[in-house]
């Protein structure tokens, strides 16, 4: 499948740096890849492309009608670069789980990555606390989940 991208990639970059562009070649192109692509964001770029690349290939067609087909060979160009371009880096992976101090953390809105002052937790609960308690519209669960935080928070210090 990744080659068949590759392959479509080079012909749609052929046509594009092509002096004249050659709209029957690409209408045969964005005809291929709407019938036979699996992808569905390059499926719909090539059907939406279709119809303007075919009026782009008759004799009679201006100039207007020429841009128009070569924005939308653009999309369909772009589409397939985003497919065929290698990710590097985290993108993609899987996040780790956070530890249960790094979810208590996080229910405080505290930073995950330093050493914490018994102020600086106890700023963070009044803070969370005015949204989930329940006189002030939160549920008696997420408060009691909050003062637990804060509990496990400040014994650890």
């Known amino acids: 499948m ?6 479509w990639r080079q012909a749609i970059d052929r046509v594009w740096s092509a002096v004249e562009i050659d709209w029957r070649e690409a209408g045969r192109l964005a005809a291929e890849i709407a019938g036979t692509s699996d992808d569905d964001t390059l499926r719909q770029a090539a ?36 497919l065929t371009t290698p990710r590097f880096g985290r993108r993609g992976t899987v996040a780790k789980p956070l530890t249960q101090d790094e979810c208590y953390r996080q229910m405080l809105g505290l930073p995950l990555d330093r050493r914490l002052a018994g102020a600086e937790i106890h700023q963070a609960y009044k803070r969370a606390a005015k949204t989930v308690h329940p006189d002030a519209g939160g549920s008696a669960q997420a408060f009691l989940q909050l003062t637990a935080a804060r509990d496990a928070l400040m014994k650890q210090r």
């Not at 303007?52 to 160009?77: M, N």
């Open 2 to 7: 990744n080659t068949q991208f590759n392959e």
């Open 47 to 82: 059907s939406q492309a279709l119809p303007i690349l075919r009026s782009a290939s008759h004799v009679s067609a201006d100039r207007t009608t020429r841009e128009a087909a070569r924005r939308r060979l653009g999309i369909l160009r772009d589409t397939l670069h985003d």
